[in-house]
């Protein structure tokens, strides 16, 4: 496969190109973003609440790769590879609670909720569980580096990134009103949507507000497009506020509690920002929500969206009304990002020009997805 051109991407806003079109419709070069954007640095995999109690494991199949959500008995959310490491047989097939161990069905190896091996039945022959060659302390399940923020469970598949405090520092201190304890709503306040478009089209679209006057015309009735504002820190992350949020309301007037602390901006300021490469985050002073895009083909997405309030007991039947109004402007979406899928199959279409006034977000992740391009392709030159 020759490598796409990406000389384009990589200049100002007024002169740049979009992503070329292989980028969203050719599977090698879906592959090679597999390792250089979303294996080498972090990665948003699934939420905390997923295993909310100890032993609670989950298993997840992340760019083909099966893995293991676990809460061990210390409580720590930890990410396995979901492999025995006997014969390479999958551990746990569906969620579930581990009482004892992480047995292994296919020969019994057992395994802790921390990884470490604990007994390997009949390894030396009939009765005899141990056997020179077979150290078990050498032998635990293959950890995924991971770090939790905001309730979002991070993994750096590659082992080679900054840690997630230096990767994210700039992000951690916007947002650091916000570091305090999450409650998710429940099983009403998650839920999923199947996309037929690339994945960054889905972050490329939720970036912006210029879409807002026609591709959500009941939000922009009180949050204009004139209300919003551009947020971007190239090479980390980038987005929209807005100055006006109206909080949900009941029938007697309700609202949900807000975060404890919060600067007077939160008063009527909202914030939705994506962090490179997969992860939409919004902020609100009574609720925050994370939706992960999990790139299962190149053509096809599925967001995994959850929400979460300020205290862990609220009114379910605003719950279910705040699932509702999310769900509704995250559909409003759909035909847009699938038109745009269906629009790179154009093969004279170059990728697209961005407003410099409008269009600074994206075009920021463009010029993100570009560089870590050119630096994994000069890596794997060096190393040939």
Known sequence: MDATDLTAVNQPITLANGLPNAHYTDNRVFDEEREALLMSGWSGLAVAADVPTQGDAVPITFLGMPLLLVRDRTDQVRVFHNICRHRGMILVDEPRKIEGAIRCPYHSWCYSTEGRLISTPHVGGPGQNTVDGIDKALLGLVEVRSHVWMDVVWINLSGQAPSF?????????????????????????????SVACNWKLAVENYCESYHLPWVHPGLNTYSRLEDHYHIEAPGQYSGQGTLVY??????????????????????????YITAYPNVLLGVHR????AIILVPEAHGHTREHVHLYYAQPDTDPALRERNTELWKGVFEEDIFVVEGMQRGRHAPG????????????????????????????????????
Do not use: C, I, N, Y
């Not at 916007?174 to 999923?192: I, M, Q, T």
């Not at 109206?246 to 909202?270: E, N």
């Not at 992740?365 to 870590?372: E, I, K």
């Open 165 to 193: 405090e230096d990767a994210h520092r700039d992000l951690l201190a916007r947002w650091a009103e916000f570091d305090k304890p999450l409650f998710h709503g429940g099983a009403d306040s998650r839920f999923e949507l």
């Open 246 to 271: 109206r909080q949900l309301q009941g029938g007697d007037g309700q609202v949900f509690p807000d975060f404890q602390s919060l600067s007077d901006k939160w008063d009527t300021a909202a914030e």
């Open 286 to 289: 009574d609720h925050v929500f």
């Open 349 to 384: 279409f170059d990728g697209g020009r961005f407003s410099p006034a409008m269009d600074g977000p994206t075009h920021l992740f463009h010029a993100w997805v570009a560089d870590r391009m050119m630096a994994h392709r000069g890596q794997k030159q060096a190393a040939e």
